[in-house]
């Protein structure tokens, strides 16, 4: 090919190369924003008066001798703020802006229509462990025969809107009067009661159509007596709580209850016998016979989960022990466990019926009790005469109660109708104040704080009533040193 090129035979025009590729079709959007601001804003300021302009524009002369005190006195101040900083005389004070000029008012004042036209006395109140609702029993307190009496129970729910202060949420029928009542520590549903022949009932409030949950029956393991008292018990397994009833027989009974069979089972059972109390050295008291002790009070510690305190309708007031071995010298009745003697302490006796005992939440060896003679006692565990001993009222005291908010606070249910609130903190041992609403031989048999909302009290009258008190910061707030106080007080040496 190149000779034939050399020699002209052969001639190749220009060689071209040619490539093409091609691109998937573009793809364009058009697209357009507009933002339109606007802001207006105008201030305008008073015209200064003629005083005002001349204190801005002259400012007056420095007195004399001003800067050389300062200059005096600035070490002084400094230290004594730095110690103001340091000290803890007002730990925990807060300062309360509310009107104090009305220490307590009436809330509410309950009642059921049906319990007021047989003129059934209000026996017990407890409160739900929400704070919203409060439960009253119905019942007697005079002479009459109690066991045929019917009675109520009802409750109230204050936070319910639209509350009908004569009409109350629920009623549940009793054949026989209610002596005793009280709210689950922890089921807002539950109830347990005590009743005049001597059963101990639990009702569930959230079964509108059949409240009773259980219910102890008239069996050898049951009271024989009014049952005075009812208290739920923390046992063993964390959680589970039992019912422990007190009777004027002298027994004191430990229930669980049995969900499967929905029903009481005894767990423990204690007999109080006179031949059995432990005496003072000091006490004047002497046993009768081997007869039994009346329990017509009890009272738990909320400290140590072995004591209780039980006071008797003679006027015996007992420290017990729930793990005592002693058997109790007390005749068999037939009951399924064996009945063992728990008091391991006596207090000095007092010449009349016990009606209330109530421990302080906010020490472990103060407590207080109240009777027929019309004296609070103040106590001590560790002593046998009462530290304390305050006149309440000239008639008899139903029911005594602690604070739980202050530590030197507690309020007493009298006889007269009157409930009287001391405060142990003042020089005078006169009533802080005395809530009265009238009604002559209209007793005040009952009375509960609530301990979710401390500004409320309330209380149950003989004339068929629950009244809802509200108490002023003055009565519920703790003020200083207060529980300092108290501690003092337990350390006092009873005469």
């Known amino acids: 090919v190149s000779q034939l090129l050399h020699s002209g035979q052969l001639s190749m025009g220009p060689l071209v190369f040619q490539r093409g590729c091609q691109t998937r079709a573009l793809h ?21 008066d003629h005083v005002t302009e001349q204190l801005l524009q002259h400012e007056e002369p420095e007195p004399p001798g001003l800067r050389d005190f300062l200059r005096q006195v600035e070490d002084r101040v400094i230290k004594e703020l730095v110690k103001n900083a340091r000290s803890h005389a007002f730990d925990g004070y807060q300062v309360n802006w509310e009107d104090q000029s009305q220490l307590v008012s009436c809330r509410h004042r309950l009642q059921h229509p049906s319990a007021q036209e047989r003129s059934l006395h209000v026996t017990s109140v407890s409160w739900s462990c929400t704070g919203s609702v409060i439960a009253c029993a119905y019942g007697r307190i ?12 009802c409750t109230w729910n204050l936070d319910r809107r639209g509350l009908n202060p004569k ?22 549903s539950l109830i347990a ?33 009014p049952v005075y008292q009812v208290d739920w018990v923390p046992l063993q397994k964390r959680g589970e709580f ?27 059972g204690y007999a109080l016998v006179r031949q059995q109390v432990p005496h003072s050295s000091r006490s004047n008291y002497k046993a009768r016979g081997s007869s039994h002790v009346g329990v017509t009070a009890l009272a738990l510690s909320p400290w140590d989960s072995d004591i209780f305190l039980v006071g008797s309708e003679g006027g015996l007031l007992l420290k017990c022990s729930f793990s005592s071995q002693t ?73 005594v109660r602690w604070s739980p908010t202050r530590p030197l606070v507690f309020a007493a249910a009298t006889g007269q109708g009157v409930v009287q609130i001391f405060d142990l903190g003042r020089r005078s041992l006169r009533p802080a104040a005395t809530i ?26 003989t004339d068929g009533t629950v009244n809802i008190w509200h108490l002023s910061a ?20 009873a005469e």
């Open 327 to 399: 058997l109790a010298a007390a005749p068999s009745e037939g009951q399924s466990v064996t009945l063992r003697a728990p008091a391991v302490f006596s207090f000095r006796p007092r010449n009349s019926p016990i009606h209330s005992i109530h421990c302080s939440p906010f020490h472990r060896n103060l407590f207080l009790s109240v009777g027929t003679d019309g004296l609070a006692h103040l106590h001590s565990l560790l002593q046998t005469n009462p530290l304390l001993s305050v006149r309440v009222s000239d008639s008899y005291v139903f029911d």
């Open 167 to 188: 009409q109350p949420d629920l009623v549940i029928d009793v054949p026989t009067t209610v002596t005793a009542l009280s709210f689950h520590p922890n089921q807002p």
């Open 436 to 461: 009265d609403q009238g009604g002559a031989n209209q007793a005040a048999t009952c009375l509960a704080f609530n301990s979710q909302n401390p500004h409320l009290l309330a209380v149950g009258k």
């Open 28 to 48: 364009s959007t058009d697209a357009e924003v507009q933002t339109v601001s606007t802001a207006v804003s105008s201030t305008q300021t008073e015209p200064q």
């Open 242 to 268: 039992g019912v422990l009833s007190a009777s004027s027989g002298g027994r004191v009974l430990l229930w669980t209850l049995d969900p499967d069979q929905g029903g009481f089972v005894l767990s423990a």
């Open 474 to 493: 003055d009565l519920t707030e703790q003020s200083p040193r207060e529980t300092v106080q108290l501690e003092l007080m337990a350390r006092e040496v």
């Open 142 to 153: 005079d002479e009459g025969d109690w066991g045929t009496e019917k009675s109520h129970v």
């Open 193 to 225: 009661g005590g009743l005049y022949t001597g059963e101990v009932v639990v009702w569930d409030t959230s079964h509108t159509q059949d409240p009773v949950m259980a219910q102890t029956g008239m069996s050898a393991d049951s009271h024989r007596e």
